[in-house]
T-cell receptor, first 113, second 114 residues
Framework: GENVEQHPSTLSVQEGDSAVIKCTYS??????FPWYKQELGKRPQLIID?????GEKKDQRIAVTLNKTAKHFSLHITETQPEDSAVYFC????????????FGAGTRLTVKP | GAGVSQSPSNKVTEKGKDVELRCDPI?????LYWYRQSLGQGLEFLIY????????KSGLPSDRFSAERTGGSVSTLTIQRTQQEDSAVYLC????????????FGEGSRLTVL
């Protein structure tokens, strides 16, 4: 399986500021990179994803960028709000017979009002 | 069903006992994953099933852990001779296919080993 590293492990920002979370992956053949948000006591849910044939994708206040050469991808949240407070996980999937999805260790984002 | 269903939602057991956790994926989803999440920690990959292919068991932490998926649908994760360090939330997820990407998670089974 893929090896995914994520940082920072915790991030605290003021409401209205931007937040950036970064992940790196080990296998250049990985082709799908989702981001999941897990609110306290709830299940992880997909918030945005990107495939290896594009470099950036945006959905309202969130965006993901992918640098295939450097094997890293980032989540950007603009105009943060208290409800953005959660743990965010990045993941990567390696195509082939074993398509298991490996997650980063997670980033606990706190947005202070 | 409408979503991924897991049971039991909570399980308290004594050290040394065996436990079975069940996952009922979304109908038609060929891929099924088990993850373990200890308190405040990340999603630790345990095992992955895809159709009729041999499962990827590379994440199982010891031979006390096993899982099967019968008929390509329901999956059972079995932990034998439970230890206190097995206490965690066990999350199951399914996806339509590996290529589709998005995982749909169940609510999880919270296991407490006394």
């Amino acid at each position: 399986g893929e090896n995914v590293e994520q940082h920072p492990s915790t991030l605290s920002v003021q409401e209205g500021d931007s937040a950036v979370i970064k992940c790196t992956y080990s296998d250049s053949a990985s082709n799908y990179f989702p981001w999941y948000k897990q609110e306290l006591g709830k299940r992880p849910q997909l918030i945005i994803d990107i495939r290896s044939n594009v470099g950036e994708k945006k959905d309202q206040r969130i965006a993901v960028t992918l640098n295939k050469t450097a094997k890293h991808f980032s989540l950007h949240i603009t105009e943060t709000q208290p409800e953005d407070s959660a743990v965010y996980f990045c993941a990567a999937i390696l195509p082939g017979n074993n398509n298991d999805m490996r997650f980063g260790a997670g980033t606990r984002l706190t947005v202070k009002p | 069903g409408a979503g991924v269903s897991q049971s039991p939602s909570n399980k308290v057991t004594e050290k040394g006992k065996d436990v079975e956790l069940r996952c009922d994926p979304i109908s038609g989803h060929t891929a099924l994953y088990w993850y373990r999440q200890s308190l405040g920690q990340g999603l630790e990959f345990l095992i992955y099933f895809q159709g009729n292919s041999a499962p990827d068991k590379s994440g199982l932490p010891s031979d006390r852990f096993s899982a099967e998926r019968t008929g390509g649908s329901v999956s059972t994760l079995t932990i034998q001779r439970t230890q206190q360090e097995d206490s965690a939330v066990y999350l199951c997820a399914s996806s339509l296919s590996p290529a589709s990407g998005e995982l749909f998670f169940g609510e999880g089974s919270r296991l407490t080993v006394l």
